[in-house]
C-alpha cells in the first residue's frame, strides 16, 4: 500500500517537503479548509456545488473514499482522471529517491494523497479549491493551503488519542490551522465561542458565527429561509435528507457569502448559485435514502454526536410511521460501540452487526464489549447476509439504516452496485 497506509502521523513537516518538491502547488489557486467533527464533508459539498454555479472551475478534496480512491478528488464535480493510488506511488518513489532522508520518516497516506490532489488542482487551474481536513486542523496536511478562509463545522468529542482529551483541546486543534480572511463557524457555546474570537483576534480574520450572525428559518420539506446581518435568502431548497443538512447548507451559504465579497462576485449571481448549488447538491452516504421498497436508509455517521443527530431523525420517521426499525452495523477496530448503540436504543428493534475484515471490529469484541447484554443484537457472517436478515425482520412497511462507518457504505454500494452514477453526481 502506499504511504504509511492507516498510520496517523500529526506534523507538517512531511506534506511541507512533498509539497515543496511538487513546486509548492498550493500558491497557485485560491483555497478554503473546512474543519469540525461532524459535517465538514456535507458542507464540502455544499459549498463545491455553489460555487461550480457561480461560474468558477473547482477543485473538491474529501475523505475517506467509499469505492475507490478517485473520489477524494474532483475539479468542478468530475472525478479525478489518473490512477490515484499509482500516482501517489510514484510521487513517493520518486520523493524518496531525491530525499532519501524520508525514508525514516515516511509519507502518510493521507499526506501523499493531499499532495497529488493539490498538485492536481494546480494542472487543472482550478479558481477556488474546496478542502475537508482530515484529523484535527492544526497539524493537518491540508493546513498549509488555505489562503481565504476557514469554514468550521460542530464540533465534539472524537479522536481523543490525538487530539486532546477535552472539548476545549479538541476545538483549539481545529482552528490552530485559521489563518485566512474569514472563518465562519457552526454556533458554539459561550465558553468555546470564546477560544474561537481570540484566535480570530490573532491572526486578524474576520469572524461569522451561525445564530449570531446568521442564520436559518426551516420552512419543512427542505426549504429554508437564510438570513445575515445583510442579506435575505427567502425559500431555499435543499434536496439532501435530514434536518442536520439544513445546518451544514446554511453554513456553507454564509462561506459563499464571504467568498462572493473578497472575489467580488455580482450579489445577483451569488444569490441564484447559492439556491441552485444547495438545491443540487447529492451527498452520499449522509442520511441517503437507497431504497424506497423496502425503506432503507444509509448513514455514514460513526461517533457520539452523529448517534444522536440519527436518532433525532429517527424519532421523527417512527412517529410517522410506527415502523419496525433495524440498524445493520460495522465499526472500525479502534472504535467503541457502546455510546454509538446506546444512543440509539428506543428507536431500534434489533441491531445486526457484521464484520469486515481487519480493520473492523469482529465478532470477539461483541463479547469484550458485552454488547448482546446492551441492545437487542445478532451477529451476521458479512454484510449480504445481515441485509437479508434485516429486511426479512422489518419487513416491507420496516426501515432499516445502515451505519457506523464507511465501511457500511462501501459494502452496500458493492453489494447492490449502486454507486458509480451517484459518485459521478456529487
Not at 429554508?224 to 435530514?242: A, D, E, I, M, R
Not at 417512527?318 to 457502546?338: D, I, S
Given at each position: 500500500m502506499t504511504g504509511s497506509a492507516g498510520i496517523i502521523k500529526p506534523g507538517l513537516e512531511r506534506i511541507f517537503i512533498l509539497l515543496k518538491y511538487l513546486g509548492n502547488p498550493q500558491e497557485k489557486f485560491s483555497s478554503i479548509r473546512i474543519a469540525g467533527t461532524n459535517g465538514k464533508g456535507s458542507t464540502a459539498y455544499f459549498l463545491n456545488s455553489v460555487l461550480i454555479k457561480t461560474g468558477a472551475t473547482t477543485g473538491l478534496y474529501t475523505s475517506p473514499h467509499i469505492r475507490k480512491p478517485e473520489e477524494r478528488i474532483r475539479v468542478s464535480n468530475a472525478l479525478y482522471e489518473g490512477d490515484l493510488l499509482h500516482d501517489m506511488g510514484e510521487l513517493e518513489k520518486s520523493v524518496l529517491s531525491s530525499l532519501p532522508k524520508l525514508l525514516r520518516d515516511r509519507p502518510t497516506f493521507f499526506e501523499l494523497a493531499t499532495a497529488v490532489a493539490l498538485d492536481y488542482f494546480r494542472q487543472k487551474r482550478v479558481d477556488v479549491a474546496v478542502l475537508e481536513t482530515g484529523l484535527g486542523g492544526r497539524l493537518d496536511a491540508t493546513a498549509i493551503a488555505g489562503n481565504i478562509g476557514d469554514v468550521l463545522t460542530d464540533v465534539s468529542l472524537d479522536h481523543t488519542e490525538y487530539l486532546g482529551n477535552s472539548i476545549e483541546e479538541i476545538l483549539l486543534e481545529k482552528i490552530g490551522h485559521v489563518k485566512g480572511m474569514f472563518l465562519v463557524s457552526s454556533s458554539l457555546p459561550h465558553y468555546l465561542g470564546n477560544l474561537v474570537k481570540n484566535r480570530c483576534k490573532k491572526t486578524g480574520c474576520h469572524l461569522s458565527v451561525l445564530g449570531r450572525?446568521?442564520?436559518?428559518?426551516?420552512?419543512?420539506?427542505?426549504?429554508?429561509?437564510?438570513?445575515?446581518?445583510?442579506?435575505?435568502?427567502?425559500?431555499?431548497?435543499?434536496?439532501?435528507?435530514?434536518?442536520?443538512?439544513?445546518?451544514?447548507?446554511a453554513i456553507a451559504a454564509a462561506a459563499a457569502l464571504k467568498l462572493g465579497d473578497h472575489c467580488?462576485?455580482?450579489f445577483e449571481k451569488l444569490s441564484t448559485a447559492i439556491r441552485e448549488g444547495i438545491k443540487q447538491t447529492c451527498i452520499p452516504a449522509r442520511f441517503e435514502m437507497v431504497s424506497n421498497d423496502?425503506?432503507?436508509?444509509?448513514?455514514?455517521?460513526?461517533?457520539?454526536?452523529?448517534?444522536?443527530?440519527?436518532?433525532?431523525?429517527?424519532?421523527?420517521?417512527?412517529?410517522?410511521?410506527?415502523?419496525?426499525?433495524?440498524?445493520?452495523?460495522?465499526?472500525?477496530?479502534?472504535?467503541?460501540?457502546?455510546?454509538?448503540?446506546?444512543?440509539?436504543l428506543g428507536v431500534t428493534d434489533l441491531f445486526i452487526f457484521f464484520p469486515c475484515g481487519e480493520r473492523t471490529l469482529g465478532k470477539k469484541d461483541i463479547d469484550r464489549y458485552a454488547l448482546r447484554q446492551i441492545v437487542p443484537l445478532e451477529v451476521a457472517d458479512d454484510f449480504p447476509s445481515a441485509y437479508k436478515t434485516a429486511i426479512d425482520f422489518s419487513g416491507r412497511a420496516g426501515l432499516v439504516f445502515l451505519t457506523g462507518s464507511f465501511v457500511t457504505a462501501e459494502n452496500y454500494y458493492t453489494f447492490t452496485d449502486s454507486y458509480e452514477a451517484l459518485a459521478q453526481k456529487g
Open positions: 450572525n446568521f442564520f436559518f428559518e426551516k420552512l419543512g420539506n427542505g426549504a429554508f429561509n437564510f438570513t445575515s446581518n445583510s442579506v435575505t435568502l427567502k425559500k431555499l431548497w435543499k434536496t439532501s435528507p435530514g434536518d442536520f443538512q439544513y445546518r451544514n447548507a467580488r462576485i455580482e423496502p425503506l432503507v436508509l444509509l448513514d455514514v455517521g460513526h461517533n457520539y454526536l452523529s448517534s444522536w443527530t440519527l436518532r433525532h431523525e429517527l424519532v421523527k420517521m417512527r412517529r410517522e410511521n410506527g415502523h419496525k426499525t433495524v440498524c445493520v452495523f460495522t465499526m472500525m477496530r479502534n472504535r467503541n460501540p457502546v455510546p454509538f448503540l446506546k444512543s440509539l
